[in-house]
């Protein structure tokens, strides 16, 4: 089992900065493809970017390129979502997820095994 925890979300306004931080137990995720997804309210869950086991392999939705950076500390078993330029439409909750099948991320939420809690993240205009 994995457990996944996230931090960093809160309120903040349009253009500013934000850490999320996925901190994983039970098992390590070093290697484990890892993603984070987003779900605002009465939308489906979406793909926000992947990373591969060895960081090395790095996905983003177009949503989001160029404004957030995705990474892993194997190590300490943390992956972060630097997220910058925040705009209003960034405001959901944001899951951390983990895939334990296979290396590369994916862009679906089917492929994920295990996720948080989530952490909601608003951005006011």
């Known amino acids: 089992q994995v457990q996944l925890v996230e931090s960093g979300g809160g309120l903040v306004q349009a253009g500013g900065s934000l850490r999320l931080s996925c901190a994983a137990s039970?098992?390590?995720?070093?290697?484990?493809?890892m993603g984070w997804f987003r779900q605002a309210p009465g939308k489906e869950r979406e793909f926000v970017s992947g990373?591969?086991?060895?960081?090395?392999?790095?996905l983003y939705s177009d949503s989001v390129k160029g404004r957030f950076t995705i990474s892993r500390d194997n190590a300490k078993n943390v992956v972060s979502l630097q997220m910058n330029s925040l705009k209003p439409e960034d405001t959901a909750v944001y899951y951390c997820?983990?895939?334990?099948?296979?290396?590369?991320?994916?862009?679906?939420?089917?492929?994920?095994?295990?996720w948080g809690q989530g952490t909601q993240v608003t951005v006011s205009s």
């Open positions: 039970g098992r390590t995720v070093s290697n484990y493809a």
């Open positions: 990373i591969s086991r060895g960081a090395d392999v790095t």
């Open positions: 997820a983990a895939d334990v099948r296979i290396f590369l991320p994916s862009r679906s939420p089917h492929e994920y095994d295990y």
